[in-house]
């Protein structure tokens, strides 16, 4: 839509009558444009879609609901917190392939150019705006600039994690495949969506499976339900949890949920991968 377009911006057409705004908007770190036009988001149930860009590249994803409560008690885990919002790390392949399934109709709309003109029409080359964030709502598509460095996200605490030794299992589930003479030729990629119970003590903490929500319902993926679901009863330490759940930001031991992506390559290895932050309060 907004592909080629050039958006020219006059800091200073005249010294005389914008010279004192020409200054203050130079000194401006932050830039944002709102272009009016309307979104197809795919589902009445989502209020807007925020993507955050590294180095001009999708680095993360922001989906936030509509406040009804008869789409959000199913679709996301109850927390101690209301606010609810779905969260997509594009670093971590089960994030990237789950969110691509579900948003494929959504197109991600081309910044537009940005050219500082000063003085006489003088390009300002040193003003340099990179993109932060494209925002989509239904009436409207907002790009954000910023002159800063990267910024960093905002610490929610870390996410659930394995206390073990994910290779293993990856061994487990490769030879395990073997055994029951599955071909491999084909790369064979699920995603299932969990739960990382806190118990009342760190040594009761426990992962609890919910569904396949990427990929189908094959020898592959039911071997890797069958070795997740095994690690709640057999710990490398006695008395230990294979699993540890999140801790908030006051390090505080939180249920929430995680994806766990797994790989079946052409050659039979297998590849296991958790998400490695928690941006949100719920894991959702």
Not at 14 to 23: D, L
Not at 33 to 39: F, W
Not at 251 to 257: E, Y
Not at 266 to 271: A, F, R, S
């Given at each position: 839509?907004?592909?080629?377009?050039?958006?020219?911006?006059?800091?200073?057409l005249?010294?005389?009558?914008?010279?004192?705004?020409?200054?203050d908007?130079?000194?401006?770190?932050?830039m944002r444009?709102?272009?009016?036009?309307?979104?197809d988001?795919?589902?009445n149930?989502?209020l807007?879609?925020?993507?955050g860009?590294?180095a001009?590249?999708?680095?993360?994803?922001i989906?936030?609901p509509v406040?009804?409560?008869?789409?959000?008690?199913?679709?996301?885990?109850?927390?101690?917190?209301?606010q609810?919002?779905?969260?997509?790390?594009?670093?971590?392949?089960?994030?990237r392939?789950?969110?691509?399934?579900?948003?494929?109709?959504?197109?991600i709309?081309?910044a537009p150019?940005?050219e500082?003109?000063g003085?006489h029409s003088?390009?300002i080359?040193?003003?340099?705006?990179?993109l932060?964030s494209?925002?989509?709502f239904?009436?409207?598509t907002v790009f954000?600039?910023?002159?800063d460095?990267?910024?960093?996200?905002?610490f929610w605490?870390?996410?659930?994690?394995?206390?073990?030794?994910?290779?293993l299992?990856e061994t487990?589930i490769?030879?395990?495949m073997e055994?029951v003479?599955v071909?491999?030729d084909?790369?064979?990629?699920v995603?299932f969506r969990a739960i990382?119970?806190?118990g009342?003590t760190?040594n009761?903490d426990?992962?609890?499976l919910?569904?396949l929500?990427?990929?189908?319902?094959?020898?592959?993926?039911?071997?890797?339900?069958q070795?997740?679901?095994?690690?709640?009863?057999?710990?490398?330490?006695?008395?230990?949890?294979?699993?540890v759940?999140a801790?908030?930001?006051s390090?505080?031991?939180?249920?929430?949920?995680i994806?766990?992506?797994?790989?079946l390559?052409?050659?039979?290895?297998?590849?296991?991968e958790?998400p490695s932050?928690?941006?949100?309060?719920?894991?959702?």
């Open positions: 839509m907004v592909k080629n377009l050039i958006f020219i911006l006059f800091l200073a005249s010294v005389n009558t914008f010279g004192q705004t020409a200054t908007s130079q000194a401006e770190k932050y444009l709102t272009l009016s036009s309307k979104k988001l795919g589902n149930n989502i807007s879609i925020h993507y860009f590294n001009d590249t999708v680095s993360q994803v989906v936030k406040d009804n409560e008869e789409y959000l008690n199913p679709e996301f885990l109850k927390g101690g917190m209301k609810r919002f779905k969260y997509f790390d594009f670093g971590f392949e089960g994030d392939l789950v969110f691509q399934k579900e948003f494929s109709h959504v197109e709309p081309s150019r940005l500082w003109l003085e003088k390009l080359g040193h003003h340099k705006h990179r932060l494209i925002s989509l239904r009436d409207s954000f600039f910023t002159t460095s990267l910024l960093k996200p905002m605490g870390e996410p659930a994690r394995f206390n073990g030794n994910l290779g299992l487990k490769s030879k395990l055994d003479h071909e491999t084909i790369d064979s990629i995603v990382v119970i806190a009342e760190r009761q426990k992962l609890q919910d569904k929500i990427y990929g189908e319902e094959t020898a592959f993926s039911k071997i890797v339900r070795v997740l679901s095994d690690t709640n009863n057999n710990s490398d330490r006695p008395s230990h949890s294979n699993w759940a801790t908030n930001v390090a505080r031991p939180q249920t929430t949920r994806k766990i992506f797994a790989w390559k052409p050659n039979g290895l297998v590849k296991l958790l932050k928690l941006q949100n309060w719920t894991g959702d």
